[in-house]
């Protein structure tokens, strides 16, 4: 089973590389750098959404899920984008978006037109007066209804974003047509959007406490019964379900684990964690007794598109605001690098499959000063201009030192208006170079394999250092200031120089032996 300790590469395909010069990044653009993949080693790619869509989500509002926006070069730059992905051994993933879909899409806009079994599919109810239907939160600020006529309709996430009735039978023989139909045209397996929110409590209460994390609104036992059905559909062509899923504790995670139901879901405890070598091992050790220990695998990540860049978390040195997976302050730049590609060895020597970010293998950072006039994240909007949201990590990818956007397109046009600074961490200069951050993800994907079996954790005399052994294989890191001297074996790679038999502070290395 090859996912099981695969390396995704997650391509936010209107920020990773535009052919067409329009300023949005497009399937011809990641085409064209398909080989790049291969070079640094990567087992497939996860498309975040490309179908139709009108934007309000940057396309996690889908008008129609069996299609390709035109924008990005349709359903034929589809399928050459998958013979030639499939031609180098790539997989492709694709992101299914089954909370919610666009209110462009058809059955939202016979809704609209009034069409009672089209609103059976949605969750429309009367309000109370002139209040919303109950006091339930959006998660990207405001209420999660909106009103239409004598009716309210429920949208976790933006009101461009209506969430299905997942309790009419007609929403999931939808969307297992969905999944026929991408598999049938060749699709390894779908990264899946919200899953834990599919099912809301039947009675929609209100909600008594905080915001934050509303049980009644997701996380409910139904949801099981869909994912076995989506697993069976998946085996039965030897594809691949990974899931998006934010609950409470390791244990519920584990649930959407089991042998019949998801075969991988984002472990995100990691997406969270401060630079702190007791946090990062009671993170490991939670995945690895609650998740490893029933047989499934542990999806590791440090980075996606919802959140800040890894450089920028790691190198934050006091903090100002933002959510945890957004926290804002002032950054060094130079430390979040060294954490960063520190942080990323010690990922990729555990057990399990890893997901990186685009730009990750660069150490690009977070662009945190991106001008208010440019943001286009609905939480910049629903939260009244005061949560930044997450186009700081959303921003084109630098490809060349200099030229007109850095290389990411032919024009100078870009989406989101990228820095100055963007072209010190260009790709291309990069792949050029031995020790640059992008070589050291590349030396790392060819040597990963060496790690092999369970993890067995080696006594370091220090709180500030982590070591474990799988296999012939040893991953040292050292979160604190002080260097530590290793008589484990050959150093075979480093993050920072490995002098005189010892680790540099905020490093990795690996040794064999
Ligand atoms: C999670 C996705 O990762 C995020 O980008 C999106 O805004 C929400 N789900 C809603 O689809």
Request: some cysteine; glycine content about 10%.
């Amino acid at each position: 089973m090859w996912w099981r300790d695969a390396v995704v590469y997650q391509v936010y395909l209107r920020s990773f590389a535009d052919s067409d010069g329009d300023g949005v990044g497009d399937l011809d653009g990641l085409r064209t750098r398909l080989d790049y993949l291969v070079e640094l080693g990567v087992d497939g790619i996860w498309l975040n959404p490309c179908y139709p869509s009108p934007g309000a989500d940057h396309g996690y509002d889908v008008a129609d899920y069996m299609d390709v926006d035109t924008r990005y070069g349709g359903l034929p730059a589809f399928d050459r984008l998958l013979a030639d992905a499939h031609a180098r051994g790539l997989k492709v993933f694709m992101d299914l978006v089954p909370n919610h879909c666009s209110v462009e899409h058809p059955w939202f806009q016979a809704a609209l037109a009034g069409d009672r079994p089209a609103r059976e599919r949605f969750i429309f109810r009367p309000g109370r007066g002139d209040e919303p239907p109950n006091n339930w939160r959006s998660v990207f600020g405001g209420s999660a209804w909106t009103r239409v006529g004598d009716e309210w309709y429920l949208h976790s996430f933006d009101p461009g974003q209506p969430d299905f009735n997942w309790r009419n039978p007609e929403v999931g023989a939808y969307f297992e047509d969905v999944l026929r139909f991408w598999f049938d045209r060749g699709v390894d397996g779908f990264r899946i959007d919200v899953v834990h929110m599919l099912f809301k409590h039947a009675d929609l209460p209100d909600w008594p406490h905080h915001p934050e994390y509303n049980i009644l609104a997701q996380n409910q036992p139904e949801v099981h019964e869909v994912l076995r059905r989506w697993r069976k559909l998946a085996d039965a062509r030897e594809r691949t379900l990974v899931g998006e899923i934010w609950v409470p504790t390791v244990g519920d995670l584990a649930l959407y684990l089991r042998p019949d139901e998801l075969q991988q879901a984002f472990y995100f405890d990691l997406l969270v964690c401060p630079w702190d070598a007791s946090r990062f091992r009671a993170s490991i050790d939670r995945g690895l007794e609650e998740i490893v220990s029933t047989g499934a695998v542990i999806t590791w990540t440090l980075a996606n598109h919802d959140v800040h860049r890894t450089v920028s978390r790691f190198g934050l040195v006091s903090r100002t605001g933002g959510p945890d997976t957004r926290p804002r302050g002032v950054v060094d730049v130079e430390l979040g690098v060294r954490r960063a590609r520190a942080a990323m060895m010690l990922v990729l020597a555990l057990p399990g499959s890893v997901y990186l970010y685009q730009g990750e293998e660069a150490g690009l950072p977070e662009v945190m000063d991106l001008p208010d006039e440019a943001r286009q994240d609905p939480t910049w909007f629903r939260s009244g201009r005061t949560e930044h949201g997450r186009d700081g990590c959303r921003v084109p990818l630098p490809w060349t030192p200099t030229g007109p956007s850095f290389g990411f397109s032919p024009s100078a046009r870009t989406w989101l208006p990228q820095p100055d600074w963007f072209g010190a961490f260009a790709i291309e200069d990069q792949t050029a170079r031995p020790g640059s951050t992008w070589s050291l993800h590349r030396d790392a994907l060819g040597m990963r394999p060496g790690f092999d079996g369970p993890l067995e954790w080696l006594p370091t005399g220090r709180q500030d250092v982590l070591a474990f052994r799988r296999g012939e294989m040893i991953c040292v890191t050292v979160f604190g200031d002080e260097p530590y001297p290793v008589e484990w074996g050959t150093p075979v790679l480093a993050s920072a120089d490995v002098r005189a038999g010892a680790v540099a502070p905020a490093s990795s290395a690996w040794f064999r032996g």
